[in-house]
């Protein structure tokens, strides 16, 4: 048989869920599947990423899981069930440093990385209320090393969490991520859902002003 005749096939990572009653387990891919992409896959601690997603105040920060409206939650709860053809892609996120509040972070002896969804905030809320303790993430590779600092997963979770490679969806599976219930379209744009942090939202596209 041809190389080319061989099914095409991704990695896909699964994430244990200890305190979700519908099921145990999600899966996630990649964002950026193909070569020369730039960015990497860092698996991180849920409780980390939040608290550093958390002082992002010059976007949309999403309120806790348990005040989200019903619909929003069944829609993301269908979204990632593990019986979909389609496996979701995991967070895509960036990460920066800035000075610590206090007097030793205004003499600049201490720092703390602050995280900005560019897409998944939902999933990752959600994953974390789920009992997810660790999940990947994506980020482009500069800012990997930082990540890892700040939100990193511990080793044994890089044991728990290796990724396994199974076929790709053919291309008929790839619908709409509305057609799936995707919290991609409007991780900023579901109004009642999300608070508003600092002075303006950052549109996507344009350029972040400085922290």
């Known amino acids: 048989m041809s190389n080319s005749a061989l ?15 519908w099921y145990d387990h999600v899966r996630l891919k990649r964002v950026f599947s193909t070569d020369g992409t730039r960015h990497e896959v860092v698996l991180v601690d849920a409780r980390k990423l939040l608290l550093c997603a958390d002082r992002d105040d010059t976007d949309y920060v999403l309120r806790p899981v ?21 496996v979701p892609d995991m967070p895509y996120v960036t990460v920066t440093s800035r000075r610590a509040a ?5 003499l600049g002896l201490e720092h703390e990385g602050v995280v900005t969804f560019r897409n998944g905030q939902h999933r990752a ?3 974390a209320s789920a009992g997810a303790r660790w999940f990947p993430v994506e980020v482009h590779e500069r800012e990997a090393a930082l990540l890892r600092q700040y939100c990193g997963a511990p080793d044994d979770a890089r044991t728990a969490l290796r990724p396994c ?5 053919g291309a008929d599976s ?17 109004q009642d859902v999300p608070v508003k942090r600092g002075a303006g939202a950052h549109t996507p596209g344009a350029p972040r002003k400085g922290l």
């Open 174 to 190: 790839h619908a709409d991520d509305d057609d799936h219930n995707d919290d991609r379209s409007d991780d900023r744009g579901d």
């Open 7 to 21: 099914p095409a096939c991704e990695p896909v990572w699964i994430v244990q869920l200890h305190d979700h009653e």
């Open 102 to 106: 206090g007097l030793i972070g205004w």
């Open 165 to 169: 490679i199974v076929a790709a969806p």
């Open 66 to 86: 348990q005040e989200w409206h019903s619909g929003k939650m069944r829609g993301i709860r269908e979204f990632l069930d593990p019986q979909n053809a389609r």
């Open 125 to 127: 809320r959600y994953l």
